[in-house]
């Protein structure tokens, strides 16, 4: 079969070769569609030629296999066939095409037949293309080529001309090597797009056993024989199905125990080959030995060995190369007044005796009296010679032999110059007043704009009204829920509270303070008119009557899910609610009160939202997710910055009045200040809390912040921000504050400043709000 079928191909072949796709070098001519139904398979000889790659004919290596065992059968009559039609189509045609096998210089050993047949055809069309000079150099370096004619070896595709390397060099590039003249190889055009894979999957019945040649690019058709073969070896059978593998063992030795030895010889000692490496470090032993370097028996020295510590002064020993080596202090040598018969001006008058034992040891010149002796042998033995030589081996033996080099760095100026906190005064100090009533935790507090009151919002379910000075509780609002936010409107000329419990926010006007005040909120309350077109609001808005409205409710907000927070807007119309909640868009509202409408700012929310705040000045929205501060810009409706808190959750934030600089509490016990015109990142992080941080709050008017956690204690630092760009903030820490019992692990909850004056308050677990002065 694959004999006829090689014959029809070469046929049609014959029939293309009339185009001039040979003659060109590069076969730039010869480009081929791959869509093209007509062609047999993209492995043809066309797309070969093009692609630079000799063409082998074949559809797959069986079929090559097959031809292997066909050509061993011609093998005689193909040699002697081949010598005879070499030498009848001996024309014009034939050294054309062995110059073109030149240029493509693998032998297609093979498939010769195909070849022969070429030969043939060229030969019959060589009478009408005349090129002399080509001929005669093609027909010399022919006569070479078929040395490999018959080379039927089959250890690699010969449609390869690149070699044995990885194809993946080449993945980036229109090429994948270099013919013999250097000339780039380049790849079949592949044109299929993913409609035309899909197009071939359904029509081509053979889609599904045709694979790609990364080599060669063509697309191999795979045998049933060679399908099998892969079905085999992915169940994990053996490759070679005549294999058998449970095949019985040959013992190489029998079993049998002989009972003579074929030899009774005991081994001589050359059979005994010993080991390398042993032998190597015996002879380098024995080498040590002849040379001296080991003394194999060693007599053991009895005498006692001694060691003068000072006695190498010389640059070379280990002591006198050291750079900061000190050398053994030098006696001075014995002068004229240590003689036994020193000159007379030596010798000291009275006067001069009484002087010298007035003085002290250290203050002496001379240790010693001089003394006059007729002659040696009067001289009496030095009565302080031992002790003399013992303090000398003292001195040499205590003297240090090295000089230690010390970092001569003075302790005050590693600590950061600060100013005293006395300097930065007035600050909070002192536990002025305790507010008791509240019988639960105080979750949060708030100051009225004018400093006189102060509002509390208990877990009791109470909301009570403070005056600040005197610690007396004015008025108590029951609740339907355990308050969770309170915060007064900043406004001074409208008296509203916002009191969130549950999913309701109520805003309270408690009648304290100046009577015109409050008449006109109430008046700014009722004289609201509804608009025409009502429109869906994800909130309720209701206005309180009878009892309520007794108490001091004015309007009621009902939420579709519980409000942890509130805050207002500087100018006291605009109120922002959080709820927090992982999957909903809904998480912040903000209420306009006087038009009673409600918006969503965020059709989608990032996290899980803590807390939100309005800039003081600017049309800014801040929100705190658990990692990062978003600040949005209300105006323009976009994201402005980011701010990475690098802390694993935040718990709460404040802005400073000039709006430049934040502050974020987190619950891993950190306070990160953040500089917006400096970085997205903190400019500094303090942790000076044991516990997480529960609250921060800015002065309004003093450079102040403080902050609450639950190590019930208030930390009050001084943070002065300067007008100058160039100069950073100056952050220091300035009083802990301590008054609030921890209750259920809870210290402090809530933080606030006094509007005017440098005082704190602060909201406990312990059911305490207390106001340091």
Request: hydrophobic share 30%; net charge negative; proline share 6%.
């Amino acid at each position: 079969m694959s004999k006829l079928k090689n014959k029809k191909r070469n046929l049609e072949e014959n029939e293309d070769e009339k185009l001039p796709i040979f003659d060109k070098e590069g076969g730039e001519d010869g480009c081929l569609d791959d869509g093209d139904e007509d062609q047999d398979d993209l492995s043809d000889s066309e797309e070969s030629v093009f692609s630079g790659l000799e063409e082998s004919g074949s559809d797959s290596d069986d079929e090559e296999d097959e031809e292997d065992e066909e050509e061993e059968e011609d093998g005689s009559e193909g040699k002697s066939s081949d010598v005879e039609e070499e030498k009848a189509a001996d024309g014009d045609g034939e050294d054309q095409l062995s110059a073109n096998e030149v240029i493509k210089p693998q032998a297609d050993g093979q498939h010769s037949k195909e070849k022969k047949k070429k030969k043939k055809t060229a030969g019959k069309e060589g009478g009408q293309e005349s090129v002399a000079s080509d001929r005669d150099s093609g027909l010399q370096i022919s006569s070479q080529v078929d040395e490999y004619e018959h080379d039927t070896s089959d250890e690699e595709d010969i449609r390869n001309t690149v070699g044995n390397i990885p194809m993946e060099w080449y993945k980036d590039y229109p090429h994948i090597g270099y013919d013999l003249d250097g000339k780039k190889i380049f790849k079949p055009i592949r044109n299929k797009d993913e409609l035309d894979e899909f197009l071939d999957k359904m029509d081509n019945p053979d889609y599904w056993r045709t694979v790609q040649d990364k080599m060669t690019g063509a697309d191999i058709r795979l045998s049933d024989e060679q399908v099998d073969l892969v079905h085999r070896l992915q169940q994990g059978k053996f490759g070679d199905v005549s294999f058998n593998e449970y095949e019985p063992a040959i013992d190489f030795f029998s079993n049998e125990v002989m009972i003579h030895p074929v030899t009774n010889r005991p081994q001589d000692k050359r059979s005994f080959i010993p080991s390398l490496i042993e032998k190597e470090k015996v002879g380098k032993l024995v080498h040590a030995i002849k040379m001296g370097w080991i003394k194999p028996r060693r007599p053991k020295e009895t005498t006692p060995q001694y060691y003068d510590l000072w006695a190498k002064e010389d640059p070379n020993s280990i002591l006198g190369r050291h750079k900061m080596h000190i050398p053994a202090p030098k006696i001075k040598l014995p002068g004229h007044e240590e003689s036994y018969n020193p000159p007379p001006e030596y010798l000291l008058s009275e006067e001069e005796r009484l002087a010298w034992e007035q003085q002290d040891p250290e203050d002496r010149k001379l240790s010693f009296l001089p003394q006059k002796f007729t002659c040696l042998r009067a001289v009496p033995a030095y009565s302080r010679f031992i002790h003399e030589r013992f303090e000398r081996c003292l001195d040499l033996y205590l003297c240090p032999r090295q000089r230690k080099m010390r970092v001569n760095v003075n302790p005050e100026d590693l600590i950061p110059k600060l100013p005293k906190p006395k300097d930065l005064q007035p600050f909070p100090t002192t536990q002025s007043l305790v507010y008791r009533g509240h019988s639960s935790l105080v979750r949060s507090i708030s100051v009225s704009p004018s400093g006189q009151w102060l509002v509390s919002g208990s877990d009791d379910c109470t909301v009570r009204f403070w005056e600040v000075s005197t610690a007396r509780c004015l008025k108590t609002v029951e609740v339907g829920g355990a308050v969770k936010a309170v915060a007064w409107n900043p406004n001074p000329s409208i008296c509203l509270v916002a009191v969130s419990y549950d999913d309701t926010v109520i805003l309270l006007n408690p009648g304290l303070g100046d009577r015109l005040v409050c008449t006109a909120t109430d008046q700014i309350i009722s004289s609201y008119e509804e608009p025409e077109e009502v429109k869906d609001q994800p909130v309720q808005w209701a206005v309180a009557e009878g009892e309520g409205h007794e108490q001091g409710h004015r309007l009621i907000l009902k939420h579709p899910k519980a409000v942890r927070q509130v805050t207002w807007h500087g100018k006291g119309d605009y109120l922002a609610c959080v709820m927090p909640d992982n999957g909903s868009s809904l998480q912040v509202v903000i209420h306009q009160v006087s038009k009673r409408r409600t918006q969503n700012p965020f059709r989608k929310n990032k996290g899980l939202v803590q807390c939100v705040s309005f800039h003081p000045i600017r049309p800014y929205f801040f929100v705190a997710t658990q990692r990062y501060v978003r600040i949005y810009n209300l105006i323009k409706q976009e994201l402005t910055k980011k701010l990475m808190a690098n802390c694993k959750w935040i718990s709460s934030m404040a802005i400073h009045p000039g709006g430049d600089n934040v502050i974020c509490g987190s619950y891993d016990c950190r306070l990160a200040w953040f500089d917006l015109d400096l970085s997205t990142k903190p400019y500094k992080v303090l942790r000076h809390h044991k516990r997480a941080l529960r609250s921060v709050a800015y002065h309004r008017h003093y450079p102040l912040f403080a902050s609450g956690s639950d190590d019930g204690s208030v930390i009050v630092c001084h943070g002065m921000v300067y007008n100058d760009l160039l100069q950073n903030p100056l952050i220091v820490p300035v009083k802990v504050l301590k008054g609030h019992s921890i209750t259920h692990d809870l210290g402090v909850l809530d933080v606030t400043f006094h509007p005017t004056q440098p005082w704190v308050f602060s909201s406990g677990a312990d059911g305490t709000v207390r106001l340091f002065t």
